[in-house]
Protein backbone atom coordinates (compact mmCIF):
# COMPACT_ATOMS: atom_id res chain seq x y z
CA UNK A 1 0.00 0.00 0.00
CA UNK A 2 1.62 3.24 -1.22
CA UNK A 3 2.32 5.94 1.56
CA UNK A 4 -0.12 9.14 0.78
CA UNK A 5 0.64 12.50 2.79
CA UNK A 6 -1.82 14.61 4.50
CA UNK A 7 -0.78 18.16 2.50
CA UNK A 8 -0.43 16.07 -1.38
CA UNK A 9 -4.51 15.54 -0.74
CA UNK A 10 -6.77 17.28 -3.36
CA UNK A 11 -9.36 19.30 -1.72
CA UNK A 12 -12.01 16.85 -2.44
CA UNK A 13 -9.70 13.99 -1.56
CA UNK A 14 -9.70 15.23 1.69
CA UNK A 15 -13.47 15.81 1.51
CA UNK A 16 -13.99 12.65 1.00
CA UNK A 17 -11.35 11.41 4.02
CA UNK A 18 -13.82 13.73 6.71
CA UNK A 19 -16.52 12.29 5.43
CA UNK A 20 -15.23 8.13 6.43
CA UNK A 21 -13.21 9.98 9.17
CA UNK A 22 -16.86 10.83 10.81
CA UNK A 23 -18.38 7.87 9.83
CA UNK A 24 -15.91 5.10 11.38
CA UNK A 25 -15.14 7.69 14.49
CA UNK A 26 -17.66 10.66 15.27
CA UNK A 27 -20.99 9.05 14.77
CA UNK A 28 -19.84 5.70 16.66
CA UNK A 29 -18.12 7.89 19.38
CA UNK A 30 -21.61 9.60 19.20
CA UNK A 31 -23.56 6.04 19.67
CA UNK A 32 -20.99 5.32 22.77
CA UNK A 33 -21.76 8.20 24.37
CA UNK A 34 -25.66 8.15 24.16
CA UNK A 35 -25.25 4.09 25.11
CA UNK A 36 -22.82 5.33 28.57
CA UNK A 37 -25.60 7.48 29.43
CA UNK A 38 -28.66 5.19 29.18
CA UNK A 39 -26.23 2.47 31.17
CA UNK A 40 -25.36 4.72 34.10
CA UNK A 41 -28.92 6.06 33.87
CA UNK A 42 -29.77 1.89 34.54
CA UNK A 43 -27.20 1.97 37.95
CA UNK A 44 -24.60 -0.36 35.44
CA UNK A 45 -21.06 1.39 36.63
CA UNK A 46 -18.68 -0.78 34.81
CA UNK A 47 -20.73 -1.05 31.38
CA UNK A 48 -21.21 3.09 31.78
CA UNK A 49 -17.09 3.60 32.46
CA UNK A 50 -16.36 0.96 29.28
CA UNK A 51 -18.82 2.84 27.02
CA UNK A 52 -17.55 5.65 28.19
CA UNK A 53 -14.12 5.00 27.04
CA UNK A 54 -14.86 4.02 24.15
CA UNK A 55 -16.39 7.08 22.87
CA UNK A 56 -13.65 9.90 24.27
CA UNK A 57 -11.32 7.47 22.73
CA UNK A 58 -12.79 7.68 19.04
CA UNK A 59 -13.64 11.48 19.42
CA UNK A 60 -9.88 11.66 20.39
CA UNK A 61 -8.96 9.72 17.48
CA UNK A 62 -11.26 11.35 14.78
CA UNK A 63 -9.97 14.44 15.94
CA UNK A 64 -6.44 13.82 15.59
CA UNK A 65 -7.09 12.13 12.25
CA UNK A 66 -8.95 15.58 10.81
CA UNK A 67 -5.76 17.12 11.45
CA UNK A 68 -2.96 14.62 10.06
CA UNK A 69 -2.18 12.98 13.04
CA UNK A 70 -1.49 9.12 12.88
CA UNK A 71 -3.47 6.99 15.45
CA UNK A 72 -2.29 3.39 14.23
CA UNK A 73 -0.50 2.51 17.04
CA UNK A 74 -3.05 4.50 19.44
CA UNK A 75 -4.70 1.53 20.51
CA UNK A 76 -6.80 2.20 23.41
CA UNK A 77 -4.36 4.78 25.38
CA UNK A 78 -5.91 8.01 24.55
CA UNK A 79 -4.61 9.81 27.60
CA UNK A 80 -1.48 10.06 26.30
CA UNK A 81 -1.81 11.12 22.56
CA UNK A 82 -4.62 14.27 24.19
CA UNK A 83 -1.99 15.98 24.33
CA UNK A 84 -1.36 16.12 20.76
CA UNK A 85 -4.89 17.49 20.66
CA UNK A 86 -3.83 20.32 23.01
CA UNK A 87 -0.97 21.25 20.50
CA UNK A 88 -3.69 22.61 18.01
CA UNK A 89 -6.83 22.93 20.38
CA UNK A 90 -5.37 24.42 23.33
CA UNK A 91 -7.12 27.28 23.68
CA UNK A 92 -10.46 25.26 23.11
CA UNK A 93 -10.04 22.77 26.14
CA UNK A 94 -10.57 24.21 29.97
CA UNK A 95 -7.54 23.43 32.13
CA UNK A 96 -10.31 21.49 34.85
CA UNK A 97 -13.57 20.23 34.30
CA UNK A 98 -15.61 21.44 37.42
CA UNK A 99 -19.47 20.50 38.43
CA UNK A 100 -21.56 23.49 38.55
CA UNK A 101 -22.66 24.31 42.01
CA UNK A 102 -26.23 23.98 41.22
CA UNK A 103 -25.85 20.20 40.54
CA UNK A 104 -23.41 19.90 44.08
CA UNK A 105 -26.60 21.31 45.90
CA UNK A 106 -28.92 19.38 44.99
CA UNK A 107 -26.64 16.57 45.53
CA UNK A 108 -26.66 17.39 48.95
CA UNK A 109 -29.77 17.96 49.58
CA UNK A 110 -31.03 14.48 48.04
CA UNK A 111 -28.30 12.54 49.66
CA UNK A 112 -27.61 14.57 53.20
CA UNK A 113 -24.47 13.51 55.27
CA UNK A 114 -22.35 12.20 52.00
CA UNK A 115 -19.17 13.64 51.78
CA UNK A 116 -18.55 14.37 47.83
CA UNK A 117 -15.57 15.69 46.09
CA UNK A 118 -16.17 19.00 44.95
CA UNK A 119 -13.30 20.43 43.79
CA UNK A 120 -12.17 21.06 39.90
CA UNK A 121 -10.45 17.94 38.93
CA UNK A 122 -7.61 18.82 35.95
CA UNK A 123 -8.47 17.08 32.61
CA UNK A 124 -5.10 14.81 32.57
CA UNK A 125 -6.71 13.19 35.75
CA UNK A 126 -10.01 13.06 34.60
CA UNK A 127 -9.28 11.19 31.43
CA UNK A 128 -6.52 9.21 33.34
CA UNK A 129 -9.95 7.40 35.25
CA UNK A 130 -12.32 6.93 32.65
CA UNK A 131 -9.14 5.29 30.81
CA UNK A 132 -8.64 2.89 33.76
CA UNK A 133 -12.67 2.51 34.81
CA UNK A 134 -13.07 1.19 31.10
CA UNK A 135 -9.78 -0.59 30.53
CA UNK A 136 -10.76 -4.23 28.85
CA UNK A 137 -8.32 -5.30 32.18
CA UNK A 138 -11.53 -4.81 34.00
CA UNK A 139 -14.49 -6.55 31.81
CA UNK A 140 -14.48 -9.31 34.29
CA UNK A 141 -14.96 -7.72 37.52
CA UNK A 142 -11.20 -8.59 38.52
CA UNK A 143 -10.75 -5.29 38.90
CA UNK A 144 -12.04 -1.96 40.73
CA UNK A 145 -13.45 0.60 39.62
CA UNK A 146 -12.73 4.64 40.72
CA UNK A 147 -15.96 6.16 40.49
CA UNK A 148 -18.00 9.42 41.63
CA UNK A 149 -21.67 10.50 41.90
CA UNK A 150 -21.05 13.65 39.22
CA UNK A 151 -19.02 11.30 36.60
CA UNK A 152 -21.46 11.70 34.42
CA UNK A 153 -21.51 15.15 34.55
CA UNK A 154 -18.27 14.85 33.60
CA UNK A 155 -18.59 12.58 30.86
CA UNK A 156 -20.56 15.34 29.62
CA UNK A 157 -18.31 18.27 29.91
CA UNK A 158 -15.24 15.84 27.85
CA UNK A 159 -17.46 14.70 25.37
CA UNK A 160 -18.51 18.46 24.83
CA UNK A 161 -15.18 20.28 24.44
CA UNK A 162 -13.87 17.25 22.40
CA UNK A 163 -16.82 17.07 20.01
CA UNK A 164 -15.54 20.87 19.28
CA UNK A 165 -12.50 19.83 18.27
CA UNK A 166 -13.02 17.00 15.41
CA UNK A 167 -12.59 19.81 13.29
CA UNK A 168 -10.01 20.87 11.18
CA UNK A 169 -8.00 23.37 13.16
CA UNK A 170 -4.36 22.97 11.80
CA UNK A 171 -4.38 23.84 7.63
CA UNK A 172 -3.78 27.23 7.39
CA UNK A 173 -6.99 28.77 5.98
CA UNK A 174 -9.88 26.52 7.00
CA UNK A 175 -8.37 25.83 10.12
CA UNK A 176 -7.56 29.36 11.58
CA UNK A 177 -11.46 29.99 10.61
CA UNK A 178 -12.66 27.20 12.18
CA UNK A 179 -10.53 28.20 15.34
CA UNK A 180 -11.64 31.24 15.34
CA UNK A 181 -15.25 30.63 15.07
CA UNK A 182 -14.98 28.44 17.77
CA UNK A 183 -13.07 30.95 20.03
CA UNK A 184 -15.83 33.76 19.39
CA UNK A 185 -18.75 31.40 19.80
CA UNK A 186 -18.78 28.37 22.38
CA UNK A 187 -22.00 26.82 20.85
CA UNK A 188 -20.58 27.04 17.27
CA UNK A 189 -20.73 23.88 14.99
CA UNK A 190 -19.62 23.91 11.52
CA UNK A 191 -22.43 22.07 9.66
CA UNK A 192 -21.74 18.18 9.14
CA UNK A 193 -23.29 15.96 6.53
CA UNK A 194 -24.14 13.04 8.52
CA UNK A 195 -27.03 11.49 8.39
CA UNK A 196 -29.43 11.43 11.21
CA UNK A 197 -30.10 8.88 13.86
CA UNK A 198 -33.46 7.49 13.44
CA UNK A 199 -34.36 8.13 17.14
CA UNK A 200 -34.10 12.17 16.20
CA UNK A 201 -36.67 11.71 13.45
CA UNK A 202 -38.93 11.18 16.51
CA UNK A 203 -40.62 14.25 18.53
CA UNK A 204 -41.35 12.07 21.51
CA UNK A 205 -37.67 10.29 21.90
CA UNK A 206 -35.95 13.73 21.27
CA UNK A 207 -37.93 15.52 24.00
CA UNK A 208 -37.08 12.53 26.19
CA UNK A 209 -32.66 12.40 24.98
CA UNK A 210 -33.37 16.88 25.84
CA UNK A 211 -34.99 15.91 29.55
CA UNK A 212 -32.14 13.33 29.91
CA UNK A 213 -35.12 10.49 30.54
CA UNK A 214 -32.64 8.44 28.57
CA UNK A 215 -34.61 5.02 30.45
CA UNK A 216 -37.89 5.88 28.80
CA UNK A 217 -36.73 5.85 25.26
CA UNK A 218 -39.71 4.11 23.35
CA UNK A 219 -39.02 2.87 20.01
CA UNK A 220 -40.08 5.44 17.43
CA UNK A 221 -43.61 5.44 14.93
CA UNK A 222 -42.91 3.24 11.98
CA UNK A 223 -39.50 1.97 13.69
CA UNK A 224 -37.77 -0.79 11.30
CA UNK A 225 -35.53 -3.15 12.10
CA UNK A 226 -32.98 -2.03 9.29
CA UNK A 227 -32.33 0.71 11.61
CA UNK A 228 -30.54 -2.13 14.09
CA UNK A 229 -28.05 -2.95 10.62
CA UNK A 230 -24.81 -0.99 11.07
CA UNK A 231 -23.87 0.85 7.95
CA UNK A 232 -20.46 0.06 6.65
CA UNK A 233 -18.45 2.14 4.47
CA UNK A 234 -19.10 -0.37 1.64
CA UNK A 235 -22.91 0.12 2.00
CA UNK A 236 -23.21 3.42 2.75
CA UNK A 237 -20.84 5.43 0.10
CA UNK A 238 -21.48 6.71 -3.36
CA UNK A 239 -18.31 6.56 -4.59
CA UNK A 240 -16.17 2.93 -4.26
CA UNK A 241 -14.58 2.63 -7.41
CA UNK A 242 -13.80 6.50 -7.26
CA UNK A 243 -9.90 7.52 -7.40
CA UNK A 244 -9.84 10.02 -5.54
CA UNK A 245 -11.70 8.01 -2.41
CA UNK A 246 -8.91 5.34 -3.47
CA UNK A 247 -5.88 7.96 -2.80
CA UNK A 248 -8.13 9.07 0.15
CA UNK A 249 -8.60 5.69 2.02
CA UNK A 250 -5.24 5.01 1.20
CA UNK A 251 -4.38 7.57 3.91
CA UNK A 252 -6.62 6.58 6.11
CA UNK A 253 -5.72 2.85 6.10
CA UNK A 254 -1.77 4.52 6.27
CA UNK A 255 -2.90 6.34 9.58
CA UNK A 256 -5.26 4.73 11.72
CA UNK A 257 -6.18 0.39 12.44
CA UNK A 258 -8.97 -0.67 10.53
CA UNK A 259 -10.48 -3.77 9.36
CA UNK A 260 -11.87 -2.22 6.16
CA UNK A 261 -8.48 -1.89 4.02
CA UNK A 262 -9.00 -5.03 1.99
CA UNK A 263 -12.41 -3.74 0.71
CA UNK A 264 -11.03 -0.36 -1.33
Given at each position: ?68 YNVKKVGHD ?38 VETQPESWA ?128 NNNAKLSWN???
Amino acid sequence: MSLVSFKSLSPRQREILYSDIYHLFFSTAEADYVAARLLWHNYLPRAFCWAAAQAIEKYVKCSLLLNGYNVKKVGHDFTSVFEKVKLYANKLIPQNIEIPKIIIDEFKKEFSGSIVETQPESWAACLKRFQENGSPDGRYNESPMDVGPFEIQKLDQIVFYLRRVCIDLSSREIGQQNLDALLRDLLWRPELDLQPHPLSQDLNAAKCFKNRNFAFFTEPENFEPRFLIAHTIGSWEPYRNDVDAKVARTYLNNNAKLSWNKSI
